[in-house]
């Protein structure tokens, strides 16, 4: 019997980029990767932190699809386990390729991630690739990065539970930031489309969720405040975060680099994030 294998390689994402909240996310390019193998027996086999039962998070995506018994999941992943950076999501996202390829099933796999992680946006991050805008409707606008645009990601080493960051948010918020988030959102979009890096710095500004969760990372906010001062274009929290995002020109991403590891120095690690243009792969073995 020929021995079924899937390798899936998922990239992370950053959600909300300032005033998209839980409508914009970008694919960064640090993955996940998956292999999935007809061994006749299930196991988790990882090196990472994670569950190695039918808890785990790949398991249970596989698990929406078919029966993982019978399966040995492999699984290794550059990104950051906590900390905003979508590695749930991609983590959904390879469980459920890997059974819509090995079963041959044509379903909706980002509604199915989408349901197991509770909101769209790192979903069809993930599975797209560039830059997303989804809606609550479930209709998804993809578009690509503008060229010389770069990222660069600050990751603290204290976690903050998505969970609890989501409890910080109020259940209303005044419509003058609301409206403000609006033209944000707007002229981030607008800058994104043309390559317009001033139309950028000027979109990223958030009044809907960052200035509710700053409490919970202090050291994050204030590092992100001072984003043009370290020679970005600006900086946004990561999803829930509380790793920042920084968003770079390439001729001076060297630079911001050096400036930020010596600001993170004891506290937060910092990675070379670039935009990921590719989504979610899977191949045969």
Known sequence: MTTRRRLVRV???????????DVFAAALALHVEVEVIETGRFAVETKLDIARDRRNLCVRGFAR???????????????????????????????VLAAAHIFELQEDVLGHVAELEGHPDNAAAALLGGFVIVTGGG?????????????VIVVPRAAVRTAVARR????????????????RGALLTLGLSTGDFSLVGRGLHDRLHQP???HLFPQSMALLE????????????????????FWTQAD??????????????????????PFESQGADVREL
Not at 139 to 150: D, Q
Not at 226 to 245: F, K
């Open 11 to 21: 990239p992370a994402s950053s959600a909300n980029l300032g005033p998209g909240f």
């Open 212 to 214: 509710y969760r700053a």
């Open 65 to 95: 699809l078919h029966s993982p018994e019978g399966f040995t999941f492999r699984i290794r992943s550059a990104v950051p386990l906590s900390g905003g950076l979508g590695s749930s999501a991609a983590a959904y996202t390879a469980g």
């Open 252 to 273: 001076a991403t060297d630079a911001v680099v050096g400036r930020l590891r010596r600001e993170a120095a004891g506290w937060a690690d910092v990675l070379r994030a």
């Open 226 to 245: 001072r984003a043009r001062e370290l020679g970005a274009i600006g900086a946004t929290i990561s999803g829930a975060g509380p790793t920042v995002l």
């Open 139 to 151: 209709e998804v606008a993809r578009f690509e990065a503008p060229a010389g645009l770069e990222a």
């Open 168 to 183: 910080a948010l109020p259940a209303q918020v005044p419509i003058a930031d609301a409206v403000a988030n609006v033209g």
